[in-house]
């Protein structure tokens, strides 16, 4: 594809954005599915259906671009959401992060609404790779007159380890973590699929240069204690009433002193 891509939404639609969005696709399927709760969102990127495979009753999309909003989408400030705290069990974001205007903001809101031990997904590409290398080197030539980015020109993209660190600092558990698409970057979808096996190679040898990264966490709250399935048997069996064993000592040395007393007489 010649000429400089503008935004992510027009690269998903070259031969490596395809490619990247069926990988992101399957990846969304296999850690929502078995999310249980009744409120679920998903920001940004509507090329991505990152609900699809859950199956909570109440599921959003919401972006902020109204240019990009289709019927079914709220438009809103990702660091202003109209929900309340502590009201949605699951929140996916692809690529919203790094294309956001705030991404700490965008974090933070997240997580204000999330559940205690809510979930939340997000995906990334990640500049320690042979994409992320691509893209840099194109920056360089750009600014000495010529080259063409291949990736996206906006947004700011965000290192896996820089992500974990925003979490942890709001008090979210990385619960899993992995990398994708090893792949170099090459915009054919010939050379692409001749260089599938490279994928294997890297899963194995450089699992942490993919392309893309692929985060899970939960949202943690100190001093809060999750109750068991079998709490109310516990507190059945805490409430039943307990032999003293003094007493019934007791009752039984008079029993004996009594009779002792008979015999005596």
């Not at 079914?72 to 996916?92: M, Q, R």
């Not at 925003?166 to 990385?174: A, I, P, T, Y």
């Not at 709490?231 to 009752?251: E, F, L, M």
């Amino acid at each position: 594809m010649s000429g400089q891509i503008i935004g992510l939404h027009e690269w998903f639609q070259t031969p490596p954005g395809r490619y990247l969005l069926a990988w992101e696709q399957s990846r969304f399927d296999q850690a929502v599915a078995d999310v249980f709760g009744y409120h679920a969102l998903q920001l940004g990127l509507a090329e991505v259906e990152g609900l699809r495979a859950n199956r909570m009753p109440h599921r959003w999309l919401a972006l902020d671009d109204p240019a990009a909003a289709c019927k079914s989408a709220l438009v809103t400030d990702f660091t202003a959401l109209p929900f309340s705290a502590n009201s949605l069990d699951l929140v996916v974001l692809p690529h919203a992060l790094e294309l956001s205007h705030d991404p700490h903001g965008t974090l933070r809101e997240v997580e204000r609404v999330l559940v205690p031990e809510g979930r939340v997904v997000i995906c990334g590409l990640n500049p320690a790779s042979l994409w992320g290398m691509r893209q840099w080197r194109a920056h360089l030539y750009r600014r000495l007159g010529f080259g063409e980015l291949f990736l996206p020109e906006s947004g700011d993209f965000i290192g896996y380890r820089r992500m974990r660190d925003w979490l942890r600092l709001l008090s979210f558990e990385v619960e899993s973590g992995d990398f994708g698409i090893y792949r170099p970057a090459v915009r054919s979808e010939t050379w692409l699929e001749r260089c599938r096996w490279i994928d294997t190679l890297g899963e194995r040898w450089w699992p942490i240069f993919g392309a893309v990264y692929f985060v899970v966490a939960v949202k943690r709250v100190r001093g809060m204690r999750l109750l068991s399935a079998d709490w109310r048997r516990a507190a059945q069996r805490a409430s039943a009433p307990v032999p003293i064993a003094g007493k019934v000592h007791r009752g039984h040395h008079h029993h004996r002193t009594r009779q002792r007393q008979g015999n005596g007489s």
